[in-house]
């Protein structure tokens, strides 16, 4: 073989390998998910950019808590704001997301060339000389469209992941916020029943001393004795409560402080009752409810892969290059020593019709599948959204009822009771009913207020978004 034929070969080979190279380059320009949106995406869950947060990264307001210091506050944003950094379910499905999106440059790039090498253990002998050695060099090249059309199917796959992300973010915010409002409610009811467990305990020597005037009897002094006991047995209760609410409220934002957290206030919902409608609600609900998103995403992946099991009925074309070393001839002739190479091009041949038609069938189910998912969430959530709606406006009903008139009526009976009770014109047992009746309100009022806070969480997740009105 020639210097200048080797050469030749040498730079066909080259040319060959430039070729595959370029058409790799070409397949894989989704290198990496697009930055900004990751950026952008991650600011907007985490407001850290474009990584997952990490304890002692600055929060939305700017402040840099650490575990400790979230565990020593009782407030609301400051829970959300840390549960929503720290909570490992959302963490999970936010980087199930991030590995959905690195899918996409893998779908939209060729398959890897294969190069291939061949020793003839006995050389095939031929006129110019025996061949000694392959080498082979191969690429296939999918049909026009399907890289793109596989790259559309997992990036619509990576946005169907997304909308669970926000739907998961969504929950994260409405746990914290019911175990936090359920907390809150607690601290209420000590306080309110340690508060009467004192008025009781004072009233016990003014009965004492009553009963050593004469102008009441030993059976005063035992009832209230047993209500004292009774009062001060719901007292250690609902501080035994405590330790196991503090920790569901710790676990909605997965942090590990294992002391109770400070008992926070309990707003009073300064709202009146707001008569949501229904369809109204849905209306916001179908803009915002990440559910809803996810299933939509659904379906047009469903649609995306449903193209894509039509082009299986296209040939793939496979492009290689071959290129045999020849030895000297024994007895020399023209082209004695040369070194052949050549061309080849492969196509697949798509001529099982049955799998094809199956795997579009299947992309049809699918499809189906998911629209009627889309279309079953769409009426149960009518449902819960309803059901949602009436217990905020029953809620906020009690709120009303309790505070305007419940509440007053009974703080001015019991006033009224202890007067009389001064003056001798009413027993002991009419005090203690009088202060049973305003314990029961004021708890039942607290109990409504948390209502209101849990209903109004529980609805603005279901809706996605906040509703106009509602307060914290």
Known sequence: MTTETRATTSVAILLGQLAVAVAVAVAGCHARPDPLLIERRSDALYRTGDRVPQPGDPLEDGTVPTEAEVAATADLDRYLSYGLHHNAGLRAAYERWRADLERVPQVTSLPDPQLSFTQFVEEVQTRTGPQERRYSLQQTLPWFGKLDQQGTVASARAEEQWQRVQAVRVEVARDIRVAFHDYAYLGESLRITGEVFELLKQLEPIVQQRIAAGSAGQGDLLRLQVEIGRVENELAGLREVRASSSARLAAAMNLR?????????????????????????????????????????????????????????????????????????????????????????????????????????????????????????????????????????????????????????????LEVTRTAYRSGSASVLDLIDSERALLEFETGYRRACRDHHQSLARLEALVGGEIEGGTE
């Not at 206030?265 to 809803?292: G, K, M, V």
């Not at 074309?317 to 070393?325: K, R, S």
């Not at 061309?343 to 019709?353: A, K, T």
């Not at 998912?373 to 709120?399: G, P």
């Open 257 to 413: 402080h294992r002391a109770p957290l400070p008992l926070p206030a309990l707003a009073e919902p300064t709202a009146e009752r707001l008569h949501l409608e229904a369809e109204a609600l849905l209306r916001r609900a179908e803009e915002l409810n990440p559910q809803l998103a996810e299933l939509r995403e659904r379906i047009t992946a469903n649609r995306s892969a449903r193209e894509l099991a039509g082009y299986q009925r296209y040939p793939d074309v496979t492009l290689g290059v071959d290129y045999i070393e020849t030895g000297s001839a024994v007895a020399p002739v023209a082209g004695s020593g040369d070194d052949p190479w050549g061309v080849r091009v492969m196509f697949n041949l798509p001529i099982w019709s049955p799998k094809y038609r199956a795997a579009e069938r299947e992309a049809d189910h699918q499809i189906a599948a998911a629209a009627h998912a889309l279309s079953n969430r769409r009426e149960t959530l009518r449902a819960e959204l309803e059901h949602a709606a009436f217990l905020l406006d029953d809620a906020a009903r009690q709120v009303v009822l309790y505070r305007d008139t419940l509440l007053p009526r009974a703080r001015e009976g």
